[in-house]
Structure formats: structure tokens, C-alpha cells
């Protein structure tokens, strides 16, 4: 089971930090991918780590402004989100694969229930 926390309202500019905990597996052999999804839209690709930490991939639309991270030894996946825009709230949710290949194509075999993000005044 993935579990997200750390969703919030924020104004324009603000930072929050999310998390992605698992329980009942650890994720030192995952891949994770951070995905959101806006009211009527489709859901989107954000951001996704390798199992080790080493390699990470971010949409064109939060380079820079958004980080991808783990700490295997706490069993989660974080996504420090700064400089946010009132295009970045969304529901947020974590997915895990155990191969990256497959991450890269947006293909997940769990699925967390996400957390809201909101950016506004």
C-alpha cells in the first residue's frame, strides 16, 4: 500500500513537501513516479526516481522548481514542490514499478489514493 501525505493550500510562490510511504513492502527495489491530476483533465506525469535514488526524470512543466528524493531507509519517496504556480494544484499520487523501463511509459503496478494540492491567494 502506498499512502501520500503533506497536500495542503499554499499561496503562488510557496513550497509544500509530499510524501510517499509504503507499508507492507519496502521500496528499495521500486521505481516511483509522482503523478497529478486537475479537475477535468487528464492525469499527468511529474516526476519519477529510480529504486537507488540515482536517476530521476521530471516533466518539462516543474524542471526546476520541483525535486524528487528518497530515503529507502524510512520506506518513502518525497517531491519538494517550490515556486508553486495555481497550474500546479491538483491531486497528487505516488505509483511503484519495479522497473524503470516501464516507469518511463507511465506504467505502475500500485497505485497510492493521492493528496490535494491547492495554489491559491
Known amino acids: 500500500q502506498l499512502v501520500e501525505s503533506g497536500g495542503g493550500l499554499v499561496q503562488p510562490g510557496g513550497s509544500l513537501r509530499l510524501s510517499c510511504a509504503a507499508s507492507g513492502f519496502t521500496l528499495d527495489y521500486f521505481a516511483i513516479g509522482w503523478f497529478r491530476q486537475a479537475p477535468g483533465k487528464e492525469r499527468d506525469f511529474v516526476a519519477a526516481i529510480t529504486g537507488s535514488g540515482g536517476v530521476t526524470n521530471y516533466a518539462d512543466s516543474v524542471k526546476g522548481r520541483f525535486v524528487i528524493s528518497r530515503d529507502n531507509a524510512k520506506n518513502t519517496v518525497y517531491l519538494q514542490m517550490n515556486s508553486l504556480k495555481p497550474e500546479d494544484t491538483a491531486v497528487y499520487s505516488c505509483?511503484?514499478?519495479?522497473?524503470?523501463?516501464?516507469?518511463?511509459?507511465?506504467?505502475?503496478?500500485?497505485w497510492g489514493q493521492g493528496t490535494q494540492v491547492t495554489v491559491s491567494s
Open positions: 505509483a511503484a514499478t519495479t522497473n524503470w523501463g516501464r516507469s518511463l511509459k507511465g506504467e505502475y503496478d500500485y
